[in-house]
T-cell receptor, first 114, second 111 residues
Framework: GNSVTQMEGPVTLSEEAFLTINCTYT??????LFWYVQYPGEGLQLLLK?????DKGSNKGFEATYRKETTSFHLEKGSVQVSDSAVYFC?????????????FGKGMKLTVNP | NAGVTQTPKFQVLKTGQSMTLQCAQD?????MSWYRQDPGMGLRLIHY???????DQGEVPNGYNVSRSTTEDFPLRLLSAAPSQTSVYFC??????????FGPGTRLTVL
């Protein structure tokens, strides 16, 4: 079946630190991969996505590259800000058969201190 | 556009009570879904719909019913609430094959 494994944290960083959140997946076929972010008290927002191998998604200084050989989609940011404090979810959608269903990792809470 | 709206924001129920969580979207999206979010569990799919009149079960459907009589609305019904249904519930919608948009969530406590 389809599954996503990601770092769970919680993680606390100082402002301007480097961030990596690991995400690996198991899926048949060629899934699309996503990172969602949930700010305190809000719903989830799409942060970035990649739909095929070697695609790089980027947004708001965050990047993630779809690595089929390692079945990974690690999220990185070179210099985090206090406003990046949130919960980050890695997710996949297995488009085989036209499925729309998202499968999520457990989420990782990030706190950035000034 | 209001996007995806959910009501209520908060709800407290007693065991055995019933209620309906409302979800509406004004983007003419075909796909709508309900998730529950529990600590350490991520989001798990409860039910989903690919269009009016079509619904199907997700990963954790037991104890929940849905219907999709219009494109805009996708209510989630708890027929007899249990403490295990204490959670935060999110509704999402999308055009088929595109980004899913999430509502702000409903925080439900069952005593």
């Amino acid at each position: 079946g389809n599954s996503v494994t990601q770092m769970e944290g919680p993680v606390t960083l100082s402002e301007e630190a480097f961030l990596t959140i690991n995400c690996t997946y198991t899926a048949t076929g060629y899934p699309s991969l996503f990172w969602y972010v949930q700010y305190p008290g809000e719903g989830l927002q799409l942060l970035l996505k990649a739909t095929k191998a070697d695609d790089k998604g980027s947004n708001k200084g965050f990047e993630a590259t779809y690595r089929k050989e390692t079945t990974s989609f690690h999220l990185e940011k070179g210099s985090v800000q206090v406003s990046d404090s949130a919960v980050y979810f890695c997710a996949l959608r297995n488009t085989q058969g036209g499925s729309e269903k998202l499968v999520f990792g457990k989420g990782m809470k990030l706190t950035v201190n000034p | 556009n209001a996007g995806v709206t959910q009501t209520p924001k908060f709800q407290v129920l007693k065991t055995g009570q019933s209620m309906t969580l409302q979800c509406a979207q004004d983007m003419n999206h075909e796909y709508m879904s309900w998730y529950r979010q529990d600590p350490g569990m991520g989001l798990r799919l409860i039910h989903y719909s690919v269009g009016a009149g079509i619904t199907d079960q997700g990963e954790v459907p037991n104890g929940y019913n849905v219907s999709r009589s219009t494109t805009e609305d996708f209510p989630l019904r708890l027929l007899s609430a249990a403490p295990s249904q204490t959670s935060v519930y999110f509704c999402a919608s999308s055009r088929l094959g595109n980004e899913q948009f999430f509502g702000p969530g409903t925080r439900l406590t069952v005593l």
